[in-house]
């Protein structure tokens, strides 16, 4: 199997010079498909960053299933706004303060988008480049769900808020103010979507983790409910949707990263996500018996340091990176028995340990469906955008 899709990308790219990315369609879809069933009958907010192709956006957007954008910076939502996308809630606080000045000056992009805060601190901000009369904005507040048994803390760090009484605190002072309207909550259980379950530990920690945030979560949503009633709750990532949309309160799921499924996804028991993401790199060296050398390569993922955040072979099946290179700037060792059938020139595809991320590394993606390639679109890069 790995053998015919190997020979399928290299028929359907063979005009093109190495490196590039391709997006496998097929999978793309059918990965769309699945999370639309994992999903069960709520809707999906598609996370923007985890594809990074305004096109993809747009074919999963007109997908049933799929509604909004889940958005990773204010002058992304503006731009996507722009071009065609009606509801963008962006993931993270800002403080773009030239985005804010556009914001407040577009009646319809106010309307479209919803700013994400933790804090008073944040509505302070937009005041203070803005002004008190600023238009009204739409904002949403991130509620903490890491767990934190034992004063341990598991999870991203970054929300402030967990309880009730802190949400309801913060929900107080964005109906105080004029200018803001609290439309929603967000909650991203990071430990869980966003963590592999092989582990037999890791799989304990996730129920009990889910267990806690579930009773929280619709303690929280009562409480903010009574003070303003809120047009959605946002909750889960690819990892999490089955748990996160088991919560009544819960009207709409977030994902992304499951339609390229990348490498981090392997190490995941509870969906198994066919990989639509790959880039393809020249051999350009034969050093010695069972390596060959791929020309660049040094695509690290965002997170911890380690190898699990650096791309690993794919097609063909068998190689892995060395221990004492990885993947680097201008060249990438790959050792293996199947290393002795490459030649110079011939063609090792890889997988990106993350989603988007590998988008950030070309102006264009290549759409392949089986051994044909079947459009070219740009990425946020080739747009001339990288909003990091």
């Given at each position: ?36 069933h994992r999903a069960n009958g709520t809707p999906i907010r598609l996370a923007s960053k985890s594809v990074r192709v305004r096109a993809l956006l747009d074919e999963v957007l007109a997908r049933p299933g799929f509604r909004g954008v889940m958005g990773f910076s204010l002058a992304e939502a503006i731009w996507l706004v722009r071009h065609g996308i009606d509801d963008v809630l962006i993931g993270y606080p800002t403080v773009d303060r030239s985005a804010l000045l556009e914001l ?285």
């Amino acid at each position: 199997m790995t053998d015919d899709l190997r020979k399928a990308y290299d028929f359907a790219t063979a005009d093109l010079d190495p490196p590039f990315a391709v997006i496998d369609v097929d999978a793309f879809f059918a990965n769309a498909a699945d999370l639309v069933h994992r999903a069960n009958g709520t809707p999906i907010r598609l996370a923007s960053k985890s594809v990074r192709v305004r096109a993809l956006l747009d074919e999963v957007l007109a997908r049933p299933g799929f509604r909004g954008v889940m958005g990773f910076s204010l002058a992304e939502a503006i731009w996507l706004v722009r071009h065609g996308i009606d509801d963008v809630l962006i993931g993270y606080p800002t403080v773009d303060r030239s985005a804010l000045l556009e914001l407040a000056a577009d009646e319809d992009l106010a309307s479209r988008i919803t700013l994400m805060i933790d804090d008073v601190a944040h509505l302070d901000f937009v005041a203070s480049v803005l002004g008190s009369d600023h238009p009204v904005l739409r904002v949403c507040v991130d509620i903490d769900t890491s767990w934190q048994p034992f004063g341990l803390h598991i999870g991203a760090r970054r929300s402030p808020i967990r309880t009730p009484d802190q949400a309801v605190a913060l929900a107080r002072a964005v109906v105080g103010r004029p200018g803001f309207k609290l439309v929603g909550l967000m909650t991203y259980e990071a430990q869980i979507a966003g963590l592999p379950d092989l582990n037999p530990v890791v799989r304990w920690m996730k129920s009990r983790s889910a267990a806690e945030i579930a009773s929280r979560r619709a303690e929280v949503v009562a409480a903010v409910q009574a003070v303003m009633p809120l047009e959605f709750v946002n909750a889960g990532g690819t990892g999490s949707l089955e748990t996160s949309g088991a919560g009544r309160e819960v009207t709409e799921l977030t994902a992304g990263s499951g339609l390229f499924a990348p490498a981090l996804f392997d190490g995941y028991r509870s969906f198994h996500p066919r990989p639509a993401a790959a880039f393809a790199l020249p051999v350009v060296r034969r050093p010695g018996p069972r390596v060959a050398t791929l020309f660049s390569g040094g695509y690290a993922a965002s997170g911890p340091a380690g190898r699990s955040r650096l791309p690993s072979p794919y097609l063909p099946a068998g190689l892995v990176t060395t221990v004492s290179e990885g993947a680097g700037e201008v060249q990438t060792p790959v050792r293996g028995v199947v290393a002795d059938e490459l030649r110079v020139g011939d063609r090792v595809w890889m997988r990106h340990a993350k989603a988007g991320e590998m988008c950030e590394r070309f102006d264009v993606v290549h759409l392949v469906s089986g051994d044909q390639l079947v459009a070219t679109v740009p990425t946020y890069r080739g747009e001339g955008h990288t909003f990091g």
